[in-house]
């Protein structure tokens, strides 16, 4: 089998019986950052995921970054770990979480299973805790740090970086990825098994991001002051690794058009000097109400990122009833597939301007159709909810790992003997 064929068979499919699938666990979740302060594409996945799992009637411990940890979410047990800023992307806090107290408070919950974000520092402390207690682990994949890498610091760490990746997901039970391109790209570098690897399906809160959120106040703010100019706007983390530049190239092209951008990050800055003299506003952090009518406020969404694992910001437009026009790389076909361009969102070829200006000049020039768009947008993504993918993984993927950790079952001393003395590779 091919790698192009990845797998849509183990994606989807369980490997066992799940008639038990309903029996309440005791879930131990490591996520780094913090899904509760750090504002990223994955923080509405585990609150949902969280929350949902609470309502199933598990019982949730949620180990993270200290910072702006709540005092309660859902009944499920917090704790915070300590944490330093992440040398090369200073904005991200990370943390080991092995400090005896941790592990102390882990050993008492008794959890069922096991599972941690990836990659980070503190997937390592969450493998080696399952490893000490002999509990399942399932690592869920969410950013796509070899792309990264070369933007921020030597290329040369991109190999160094796949043998990390190799050892804590061959380590792991299960490996769950936000999308196909991901799972195909872990296979091509055979980071782990491929009939390890399931999808952690799609979700948006259609509820939060709607229509109805369109705001005169809104796009006032968004436009500076000219509510009736075309308005793209762009909502997500500001990183050298999104491509924002360009968004430069876009407006040149478009001088009667505006620009927003919602988010913060560490290139801002240097963003914002890019943008200088430009019609661009740039609103900071937007939350809650906020954020649901700036999604809402715009014309069209523009995302040309190429490093997305799933890009969350491109289903909440499209809940919003904003047509999207986004590059075709990462995550991204995942949510406007081959067959739904030209229907529910435009995707164009990476880094080529003609191909998105070709995509995107006639929407702005046609009303009725960024309408036609973006109703059909807003039907599609009305298709994914939340707790439906939280019982996907519960109650299916979950028990996949607990069947694949019952095969392979070590104990710490002759898994740490494996760790340095790795069978050959095929």
């Known amino acids: ?12 499919a369980p490997l066992m019986d799940h008639e038990n699938g ?7 979740l490591f996520v780094e950052p913090s899904p509760f302060s750090y504002v990223s594409g994955y923080k509405n996945r585990f609150q949902n995921f969280i929350r949902y799992l609470r309502e199933m009637g598990d019982e949730v ?9 709540p005092q309660e979410f859902y009944g499920a047990q917090l704790i915070g770990s300590r944490s330093f800023p992440c040398p090369w992307y200073q904005n991200v806090p990370l943390s080991l979480a092995l400090s005896p107290r941790i592990i102390s408070a882990v050993s008492q919950f008794k959890p069922d299973i096991i599972h941690a974000s990836s990659p980070g520092i503190m997937v390592f402390g969450a493998l080696a805790i399952a490893k000490l207690l002999s509990v399942p682990i399932v690592m869920s994949y969410h950013t796509h740090v ?4 070369p933007r921020y610091t030597f290329s040369w760490l991109v190999k160094p970086m796949w043998w990390v990746l190799k050892f804590l997901h061959r380590a792991a039970d299960l490996t769950l990825v936000p999308s196909a391109a991901i799972a195909r790209d872990l296979q091509a570098q055979k980071v782990t098994e491929a009939n390890r690897i399931r999808l952690w399906k799609k979700g948006v809160d259609s509820q939060s991001f709607h229509p109805r959120n369109r705001s005169h106040e809104m796009r006032l703010r968004l ?6 100019k075309l ?3 762009h909502v997500g983390r500001i990183g050298v690794e999104k491509s924002l530049d360009f968004l430069k190239s876009v407006m040149d092209r478009l001088p009667e058009a505006r620009i927003a951008f919602i988010g913060d990050g560490p290139y801002r800055e240097e963003l914002e000097k890019l943008f200088t003299g430009m019609p661009a506003v740039f609103t900071g952090m937007l939350q809650g109400d906020e954020l649901s009518q700036a ?6 969404f523009v995302m040309p990122s190429e490093s997305e694992t799933l890009g969350q910001v491109v289903s909440e437009a499209m809940s919003s009833g904003i047509p999207v026009v986004g590059a075709r790389a990462g995550g991204i076909p995942d949510i406007i597939p081959a067959d739904q361009e030209g229907k529910t969102g435009f995707l164009f070829n990476p880094g080529d301007i003609d191909d998105c200006m070709s995509k ?3 929407l702005l020039q046609n009303k009725e159709l960024r309408g036609t768009i973006g109703r059909a947008a807003r039907e599609e993504m009305e298709k994914y909810d939340w707790k439906a993918a939280t019982e996907t993984i519960r109650n299916e993927q979950y028990n996949d790992a607990i069947m694949f950790w019952r095969k392979k079952r070590t104990g710490p001393l002759r898994w740490l003997m494996e760790c340095l003395f790795p069978a050959p590779e095929d």
Not at 1 to 12: A, F, G, K, Q
Not at 22 to 28: L, Q, W
């Open 295 to 300: 999604y809402a406020s715009g014309d069209v």
């Open 1 to 12: 089998m091919t790698i192009t064929e990845v797998r849509e068979e183990y994606l989807e």
């Open 360 to 362: 995107l000049v006639p």
């Open 231 to 233: 308005l793209i706007i």
């Open 146 to 149: 070899p792309v990264y890498i």
């Open 61 to 69: 411990m949620v180990v993270t970054t200290h910072e702006g940890v």
């Open 223 to 228: 436009s500076n002051g000219e509510p009736e």
């Open 22 to 28: 309903s029996r309440p666990r005791r879930i131990a």
